[in-house]
């Protein structure tokens, strides 16, 4: 009898901290996702194409940026982290998702930062995400049950 | 009468004369008796009449006096009163001069205000403005005078989108509103050349003989303040960031050794990764705690009051707390009053002091000991009361428990870590909240904290 192929569900993880990108994706992998990383908003939309050996084409909108991502991969879930490298930050991506509508407004959004500004989670829930966890006030594993639940759980 | 035999006719013809003389005289006698009676009581008419003018020219002369009198007595008052009305011209001058003068100095005293200071009449028109006005908002007086403030100043919020009419203060306060300030939202004033600022402004009736007949404004630009909070919130943000990052790297990689990530571990390697996972996580409890006292120091922790449960949320904490109860194996009780009311307190804040309460009865608790919690109803106050048979706190230590980083002797030596500022930040929320933190204790009978909130209002 065939085996039912189950897919891989795969989270897109936005962490500047290159120790910390690293344990994550490595557990993530163990864990049974697949992975695609990044370290700044702009590799966000680079990394898809990275990933499939193509020359990076400069995305003039970010809705051509998006398109790409579309046609390339099917991402599950976000793990984003809100400090990053280059000028924008966690919130500026989420607001970039939003307003592009469509499958990104759905995708569920973790955001695992050393950030506890009220100000900041505030953002983030008026902009609508699954979770904000502190980073140092959890365990790795626990964060990553909690994210597979609410996929379980998920239409996805 | 004589009747004399004369000789005829002539005697009888002279006697007729004589006869009808004597009639005449007597007609004429009579006449004249009549006219002397008459004569007679006209001179006593006459003599009544001068009587009358007699006492009618003695009144008369005593009304001229009276006259002379009443018209010399007009002089002197005449006199007095051009006196009067010349200092009376004198005083005016004076007073005048002096209103002029403190009119001016009140002048001086608006126009110098250091804040902008805006009059309104009851339709919202500029009656007055100072210099501060002009310089903030780039404003001559008289470009604006007569003019709606409403208008001539826009006032927009964050994401530059203006306040409407209706929803201006200004408007609200010239209809009689009661308004209530919203001090979250930065306001910003627009000025002549479109640039803006932050501001922070009063808005207050002008009422007179109970009518609101305008208004007056005083507002402040708080471009400084707000840089000086956004400074502070900054660095909170930034120091907790940079401190947590290499803290969580240390968590993770030591979680991923245990889990057996990077190949097995010996059951000795496990003992020295926990003891590493433990110390870290001491770490980041004191970072967590030296966060909030810098927040709480740097006024930048902001309450978010609403109405709460209060026994919903000592169950919360107590929760969290109830694996290490039973590994200690301590005995726990609690009473929780009925009709305990909604209080308007933030829930976070309120929560954070109680586990802090909570955590140090279950710390310094022996094992097999006991720890109570009651909640009741203390007139106005809700009052909670946490009570150990624990290690107690040292008579001459006590007066310092509240003190920052401060931890007795009696459990520094013992098996037992804190930061010493658990207390500190529980006094700090609790009074913020209008409420009280206390104690009594005895070493090695045990402690009881008692706290108490009142379920009026809180200051913010």
């Given at each position: ?5 189950i897919k ?10 290159r120790?910390?990108l690293?344990?994550v ?9 697949e992975?695609i ?5 702009d590799?966000?939309f680079d990394?898809g ?6 020359n990076?084409?400069?995305a003039?909108s ?9 046609n ?16 924008e930050n ?7 998702l939003k ?7 759905k ?7 050393n ?13 609508g ?6 980073k140092?006030n959890?365990?790795?594993d ?6 597979k ?5 998920s239409?996805f | 009468?004589?009747?004399?035999k ?10 007729l004369k ?19 009676k008459?004569?007679?009581l ?5 003599e009544k ?8 020219a ?7 006096r009276?006259?002379e009198r009443?018209?010399?007595k ?7 009163l051009?006196?009067?009305h010349?200092t009376?011209?004198k005083?005016?001058l ?7 003068r ?13 804040d902008g200071?805006?009059?309104?009449d ?6 007055y ?7 903030m ?5 008289k ?5 709606s ?14 306040v ?20 979250t939202?930065?306001?910003y004033?627009?000025?002549k050349?479109?640039?803006?600022f932050p ?7 002008v009422v ?14 708080i ?5 000086i909070?956004?400074?502070k919130?900054e ?7 940079q ?6 790297t ?17 059951p ?11 110390g ?9 705690t030296?966060?909030?006292?810098s927040?709480i120091e ?25 694996q290490?109860?039973d ?11 009925k009709?305990?009311?909604?209080i ?10 109680v586990q802090?309460i909570?955590?140090n ?10 720890i109570g ?6 007139g ?18 006590q007066?310092?428990?509240f ?13 037992t ?25 005895e ?14 209002k809180?200051?913010k």
């Amino acid at each position: 009898m065939k085996k039912p192929i189950i897919k891989k569900k795969i989270i897109l993880v936005i962490e500047d901290e290159r120790p910390l990108l690293q344990v994550v994706n490595s557990r993530l992998k163990k864990k049974g996702f697949e992975i695609i990383s990044a370290r700044s908003v702009d590799q966000v939309f680079d990394s898809g194409l990275k990933k499939k050996g193509l020359n990076i084409i400069t995305a003039s909108s970010i809705k051509q940026a998006l398109e790409y991502l579309e046609n390339l991969e099917r991402i599950d879930a976000i793990w984003l982290d809100h400090n990053l490298f280059g000028k924008e930050n966690g919130l500026d991506l989420v607001k970039k998702l939003k307003a592009n509508g469509g499958r990104w407004n759905k995708i569920p959004i973790f955001v695992v930062s050393n950030t506890e500004s009220n100000k900041t989670i505030k953002s983030y829930s008026d902009l609508g995400i699954s979770k904000y966890y502190v980073k140092s006030n959890h365990k790795l594993d626990d964060i990553i049950k909690e994210i597979k639940l609410t996929l379980d759980g998920s239409i996805f | 009468m004589k009747t004399y035999k004369t000789n005829n006719s002539e005697n009888y013809d002279i006697a007729l004369k004589l006869e009808v003389l004597a009639r005449e005289k007597e007609s004429t006698r009579r006449k004249l008796v009549i006219t002397a009676k008459e004569l007679a009581l006209t001179a006593k008419e006459k003599e009544k009449a001068r009587q009358k003018l007699v006492i009618i020219a003695r009144q008369l002369a005593v009304a001229a006096r009276e006259k002379e009198r009443t018209r010399r007595k007009l002089e002197v008052t005449a006199r007095a009163l051009k006196k009067l009305h010349e200092t009376l011209e004198k005083k005016v001058l004076e007073r005048t001069e002096d209103i002029e003068r403190i009119r001016s100095k009140n002048e001086a005293i608006l126009a110098s205000i250091g804040d902008g200071l805006v009059v309104v009449d009851k339709g919202g028109k500029i009656t007055y403005l100072n210099r501060s006005f002009e310089e903030m908002l780039g404003w001559n007086t008289k470009e604006i005078i007569g003019k709606s403030m409403v208008q001539v100043v826009p006032r927009e919020d964050q994401n530059g989108i203006k306040v409407s009419f209706k929803e201006r203060i200004l408007t609200q306060v010239l209809s009689g509103q009661k308004f209530v300030a919203d001090l979250t939202n930065p306001f910003y004033y627009v000025r002549k050349d479109k640039s803006r600022f932050p501001t922070s402004s009063i808005v207050a009736p002008v009422v007179l003989g109970g009518e609101i007949v305008g208004a007056v404004e005083v507002f402040r630009d708080i471009t400084k303040e707000k840089e000086i909070d956004k400074a502070k919130t900054e660095f909170v943000s930034l120091a907790s960031h940079q401190l947590r990052t290499p803290l969580s790297t240390v968590n993770w990689y030591s979680e991923m050794l245990l889990a057996g990530d990077a190949g097995r571990v010996t059951p000795n390697q496990k003992k020295y990764l926990e003891e590493i996972y433990r110390g870290n996580q001491r770490m980041v409890d004191l970072v967590n705690t030296l966060l909030d006292v810098s927040r709480i120091e740097l006024g930048t922790f902001i309450a978010e009051s609403k109405p709460t449960n209060i026994i919903e949320l000592v169950q919360d904490v107590i929760k969290e707390y109830s694996q290490q109860i039973d590994k200690k194996k301590i005995k726990f009780s609690s009473v929780f009053g009925k009709n305990i009311p909604l209080i308007q307190v933030d829930p976070k804040l309120i929560g954070m002091a109680v586990q802090n309460i909570l955590s140090n009865a279950v710390k310094y608790t022996p094992t097999g000991k006991k720890i109570g919690v009651s909640i009741l109803l203390d007139g106005k106050n809700i009052l909670l009361e946490i009570s150990d048979t624990g290690y107690g706190i040292p008579k001459e230590q006590q007066s310092k428990i509240f003190t920052k980083l401060f931890r007795a002797d009696n459990v520094v030596g013992k098996d037992t870590v804190g930061t010493g500022l658990g207390l500190y930040i529980a006094k700090s929320v609790l009074e913020q909240a209008n409420g009280k933190i206390w104690f009594i204790s005895e070493e090695n009978k045990g402690t009881t904290f008692f706290v108490n909130l009142p379920i009026g209002k809180h200051k913010k």
